[in-house]
C-alpha cells in the first residue's frame, strides 16, 4: 500500500506507523486519518505483527485534527463526514497499539494517545486538549478517556482551561507508562512493543479486550467478559505449551493457536 501522510515499516514483529507530515506538525487531516487506520488495520490482519507502535516526530506526535480543513465546515457537514467513524476504527485494533510519543501531542493527537493501549512518552512530551482555545471541545473521546484517567478535576481543567501536560506529569497520572530520554524514544518504544509481541498472540488479545472492558462495563460485567476470554485459552495450544513450558523450565514457543 502506498501513503502519503504516514510511513510504516516493520520491525521484527512490531509494525511502526509514523504520522509525516511535519510542517503541519502532523495535524490529522483526514486523508491522514484514514491512511492511519488503514495500516493500523493491515497490521492487525498480519499474521507476522504482534504489537504496533505509532509515533509522529521529535517535536510533535500530532497536533490535532487539521484546523485548516476543518474551519469552514458547517454542521451538516461536520455531523454527515463520518469523523466519528473514522476515529472509531481504533477500537477495532485487536493487537496492542503503543503511542511513542515526543513533543506535542493536542487535541485529536491526544485523544488518539488515549485511545491506546500504552504509552511511551519522551521527556519532551506535552499532552492537551486545546479545543477550547478555537470554540470547541473535545469531540474524539476527550473529555470521556481523560475524565476515566486522570479524574474530573484535572479533565475539567485540561478540557475547559487549557491545562497541558508535561512527560512527568503524564505519568503522574497515568497517562504514560514510562519515560525515555529523546534521543532513541521510538527505539524505546520499538523494545517495548518487541517484548509484548513475544507474548502468547491469543492471551495478548484476549487480556486487550478484558482490560478495554473495564472502562465501558459495570464491574459485573466486566467480570464476565474476563470469565468469558479466560475459559476458551484452555482450547489453544498455546496454553498447554506454556504451561508445559514453565514446568519443564525452558522459554515457551508460541505458535498462536
Ligand atoms: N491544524 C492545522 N495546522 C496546524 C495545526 C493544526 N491542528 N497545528 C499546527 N499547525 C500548523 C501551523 O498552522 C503552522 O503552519 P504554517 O503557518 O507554517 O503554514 C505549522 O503547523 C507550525 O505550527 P506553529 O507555527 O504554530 O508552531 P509552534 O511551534 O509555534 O506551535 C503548536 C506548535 C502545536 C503549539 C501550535 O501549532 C498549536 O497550538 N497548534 C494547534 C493545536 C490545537 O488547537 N489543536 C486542537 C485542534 S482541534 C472530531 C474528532 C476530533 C476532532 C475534531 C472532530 N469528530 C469526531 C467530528 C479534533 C479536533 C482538534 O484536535
Not at 503541519?24 to 491512511?35: C, D, P, V
Not at 521510538?186 to 473495564?214: C, G, H, Q, W, Y
Amino acid at each position: 500500500m502506498t501513503y502519503t501522510t504516514i510511513l510504516t515499516e516493520t520491525r521484527g514483529r512490531v509494525g511502526v506507523v509514523t504520522l509525516n507530515r511535519p510542517k503541519a506538525m502532523n495535524a490529522f487531516n483526514q486523508q491522514m486519518l484514514g491512511e492511519l487506520f488503514d495500516a493500523l488495520e493491515a497490521f492487525d490482519k498480519d499474521q507476522a505483527i504482534g504489537a504496533i507502535v505509532v509515533t509522529g516526530n521529535e517535536k510533535a506526535f500530532a497536533a490535532g485534527a487539521d484546523i485548516k480543513e476543518m474551519a469552514e465546515a458547517s454542521y451538516v457537514e461536520m455531523l454527515t463526514a463520518g469523523h466519528v467513524q473514522s476515529w472509531d476504527r481504533i477500537r477495532g485494533i485487536r493487537k496492542p497499539v503503543i503511542a511513542a510519543v515526543s513533543g506535542w501531542a493536542l487535541g485529536g493527537g491526544c485523544e488518539f494517545v488515549l485511545s491506546c493501549d500504552m504509552v511511551v512518552a519522551s521527556e519532551s512530551a506535552k499532552f492537551g486538549q486545546p479545543e477550547i482555545t478555537i470554540g470547541v471541545i473535545p469531540g474524539a473521546g476527550g473529555t470521556q478517556r481523560l475524565a476515566r484517567l486522570v479524574g474530573k478535576y484535572l479533565a475539567m481543567e485540561m478540557v475547559i482551561n487549557n491545562r497541558t501536560l508535561t512527560a512527568q506529569e503524564a505519568l503522574q497520572f497515568g497517562l504514560a507508562n514510562r519515560i525515555v530520554p529523546v534521543e532513541g524514544y521510538l527505539d524505546a518504544a520499538v523494545s517495548f512493543a518487541e517484548e509484548i509481541a513475544s507474548r502468547a498472540p491469543l492471551a495478548v488479545r484476549m487480556a486487550k479486550d478484558a482490560v478495554n472492558a473495564a472502562f465501558e462495563t459495570a464491574l459485573s460485567e466486566g467480570l464476565a467478559v474476563e470469565k468469558r476470554n479466560f475459559y476458551p485459552l484452555f482450547a489453544t495450544e498455546d496454553q498447554k505449551e506454556g504451561m508445559k513450558a514453565f514446568i519443564e523450565k525452558r522459554k515457551a514457543e508460541w505458535k498462536g493457536k
